[in-house]
């Protein structure tokens, strides 16, 4: 029996995976920097008791947390893990999970340069311009769906 050809990933699946990898991309840059700016809550470690080193990581959380610089693109990451799981569920793994992977160091790198965390040079071009296309192939290969 011969199974008609068609495309491994529709159109709405490649915006899905195209839209998962940029929230995931783009928030983890934005994540680094409001890490960065929220201010440690505990003190030295040695002069502090055990019970207070216990809880200095719930104490850390917490202020991450509390700070919109952090929150927000938290929010917005495990809003794409969500997104995440139906597109898991819906179509191919072979598929949407290397592409999403792959798409999210391209926007991580994009979204680094747009915020002048990294510069992108000509080998991290040709590093974006491969993932792309190896991304694009992936979505677009009929040969996944033999076997």
Sequence with gaps: MTVAASPVCSWDCALAIVG?????GATNPLLRLGSKSTPQVMGDAQTLSVCR?????LFDLT????????????????SASILFVMLVSRYPVSVVVPC???LQF??????GHLI?????????CMGVTTVIAGALIMMTSD?????
Excluded: H
């Design 20 to 24: 998962v990898g940029f929230l995931w």
């Design 53 to 57: 080193r216990l809880l200095a990581p």
């Design 63 to 78: 202020a991450l947390l509390m700070n919109w610089r952090f929150s927000i693109p938290f929010i917005v990451n495990q």
């Design 100 to 102: 999403v992977n792959a």
């Design 106 to 111: 391209v926007f991580t790198a994009v979204a």
């Design 116 to 124: 002048g965390e990294r510069m992108l040079d000509r080998r991290r």
């Design 143 to 147: 040969a996944l769906n033999a076997g």
